[in-house]
């Protein structure tokens, strides 16, 4: 265990921000957490979990306590002919572990390759990208909770997966350490080519190693690189919007981009939205709107995390005036 005090934020966001922690503890072990509660109880209301920062926009001074997991390893729980039961420290980088999973042929996660962050944030939002999300291969998520000072386990229904989502997002923000993940992958899966990217690709000569390489193509090509220029991946989740309100913007906006999720439900692309409002590379020299990739804010050269706040609420308010959908942050804000 590591304890600092008074330590800057800036190499631990990805907006590259300049904020202060009060205290920062980082745990190598479940043990260390629960020996270190047992000795402090008085500070879990002023606990803050952080991971590698790449979902978290500060937009002040911490005045409180930040926990961050530098529990490492990746230990194999079962396996068969057909499938590998993997338990991950939360402190391994995610895409570390990507990595390990596609040079050892473990299929099912290859589609999250180059996501930023840690394997401990992966469940909290149900991290997602090409056509896959982590709920559909983890087994199970283990750690302390910090109220009771006991460790816990969640079965994959009791973690309340959904889109962008999950129980530790809610109810259990900041009051659950994550100490381990486990999932299970397949020895052979047919790979996930539905995002319309990876349609094109050429099956019959299609390996695990190619499908990543393809996939950190494109994120290279839409996403900007946090360490030349700080963001964090999309600022807002896609809206879900129902038939009524659908028929009522296609009267309205002959070009309206939408996609069906389920019966009567669908999914409008918050890229357009932001787009269609004119934020699309926006730059007012401190902060913008990337100019590749309109759901991502970017921060240009400030210091203050309340310069890229201000601007998601100004992008928030034109959407809504324009189009009455209001959008939802998918960034933790601080
Ligand atoms: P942090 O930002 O540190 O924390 C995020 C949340 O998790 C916080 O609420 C924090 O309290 C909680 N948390 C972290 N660790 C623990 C723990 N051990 N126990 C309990 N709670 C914990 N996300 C996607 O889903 N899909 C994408 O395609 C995607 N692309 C991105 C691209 C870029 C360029 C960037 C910068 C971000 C992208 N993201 C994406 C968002 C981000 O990578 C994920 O949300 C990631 O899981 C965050 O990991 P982190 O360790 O940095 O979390
Ligand atoms: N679009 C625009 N303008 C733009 C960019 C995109 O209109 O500037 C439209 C395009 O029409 C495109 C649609 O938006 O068809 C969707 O764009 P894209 O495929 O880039 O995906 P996204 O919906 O913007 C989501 C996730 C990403 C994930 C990608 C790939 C959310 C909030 N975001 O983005 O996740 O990587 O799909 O699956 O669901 C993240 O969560 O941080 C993240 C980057």
Redo the contacts with the bound molecule.
């Keep these: 265990m590591t304890e600092e005090k008074n330590i800057s934020l800036e190499k631990?966001?990805?907006f590259r921000v300049i904020h202060m922690a009060k205290k920062l503890i980082s745990f190598e072990s479940k043990d260390e957490v629960i020996s270190y509660l047992k000795n402090n109880k008085s500070e879990i209301d002023d606990i803050?979990?952080?991971?590698?920062?790449?979902?978290?926009l500060f937009t002040k001074d911490y005045n409180g306590i930040i926990?961050?997991?530098n529990i490492k390893g990746i230990e194999i729980i079962k396996e068969d002919n057909e499938s590998i039961t993997l338990k991950v420290g939360?402190?391994e980088n995610?895409d570390d572990f990507v990595d390990f999973c596609v040079n050892s042929e473990y299929y099912g996660i290859e589609n999250?390759s180059?996501?930023?962050?840690?394997v401990?944030?992966?469940p909290?939002?149900?991290?997602?990208?090409?056509g896959v999300e982590i709920n559909d291969y983890v087994v199970r998520v283990s750690?302390v909770d910090l109220s009771t000072n006991t460790l816990v386990e969640f079965s994959n229904k009791d973690c309340e997966f959904s889109y962008?989502d999950s129980v530790?997002?809610k109810k259990l923000?900041?009051k659950?350490?994550?100490?381990s993940v486990e999932f299970k992958l397949y020895k052979k899966l047919p790979f996930n080519l539905s995002y319309s990217d990876l349609e094109k690709l050429n099956t019959s000569e299609l390996t695990i190693s190619k499908l990543r390489e393809e996939i950190i193509k494109i994120?290279t090509r839409k996403?900007?690189?946090?360490k030349s220029k700080g963001?964090?991946?999309?600022f807002f989740k896609n809206p879900e919007i129902d038939e009524n309100k659908l028929k009522n913007l296609i009267s309205r906006h002959k070009d309206f981009k939408y996609f069906k999720i389920k019966d009567k439900k669908y999914k409008v692309p918050a890229a357009w939205l932001i787009e269609k409002s004119g934020w699309k590379g926006y730059n007012d020299g401190f902060v913008g709107v990337f100019e590749h990739h309109a759901l991502?804010l970017v921060n240009h050269k400030s210091e203050d995390g309340n310069d890229i706040h201000i601007l998601s609420k100004s992008i928030k308010d034109d959407v809504r005036k324009k189009f009455d959908i209001i959008l939802e942050e998918?960034?933790?804000i601080i």
């Design positions: 631990m966001n990805s803050l979990i952080l991971g590698e920062g790449s979902n978290t926990f961050q997991s939360s402190g995610w999250l180059l996501i930023p962050g840690s401990g944030a992966a909290i939002q149900n991290i997602g990208a090409y750690g962008r530790f997002k923000r900041n659950f350490f994550i100490t994120r996403l900007p690189d946090p963001n964090a991946g999309s991502v998918e960034v933790n």
